[in-house]
């Protein structure tokens, strides 16, 4: 199983960004995929996880109702928009996925699959 981060760079703050993330793999399908991101010197945080394709979703406090986590039409695929973005979301995120429960969707620990992250940078 592989998964695949893209669509991290450099904004302005109150700039907007969607990261992607696409999972391949024989005969793989996900419960549930999660984004998680980690500042340098901190430890690595949730952020979203989409369950089902849409049928749950979960935010961390610190961004909801500024990212918005949706599955994508392809299989095993979801994104990451993230609006009104200032410099406490520069981080390296990370995609996850798993299966199972969605109730500890917030705990990287519970995550077997991870891609190799995507740097976002927000500019003051």
């Known amino acids: 199983v592989q998964l695949q981060a893209s669509g991290g760079g450099l904004v302005r703050a109150g700039g907007s960004l969607r990261l992607s993330c696409a999972a391949s793999?024989?005969?793989?399908?996900?419960?549930?995929m999660g984004w998680f991101r980690q500042a340098p010197g901190k430890e690595r945080e949730f952020v979203a996880a989409?369950?089902?394709?849409?049928?749950?979703?979960s935010y961390a406090d610190s961004v909801k109702g500024r990212f918005t986590i949706s599955s994508g039409n392809a299989k095993n695929t979801m994104y990451l928009q993230m609006n009104s973005l200032n410099a406490d979301d520069t981080a390296v995120y990370y995609c996850a996925a798993r299966d199972g429960s969605f109730q500890r969707a917030q705990d990287h620990r519970n995550y077997p699959y991870w891609g190799q992250g995507t740097q976002l940078t927000v500019s003051s």
């Open positions: 793999g024989r005969s793989f399908s996900a419960d549930i």
């Open positions: 989409i369950y089902r394709s849409g049928r749950d979703r």
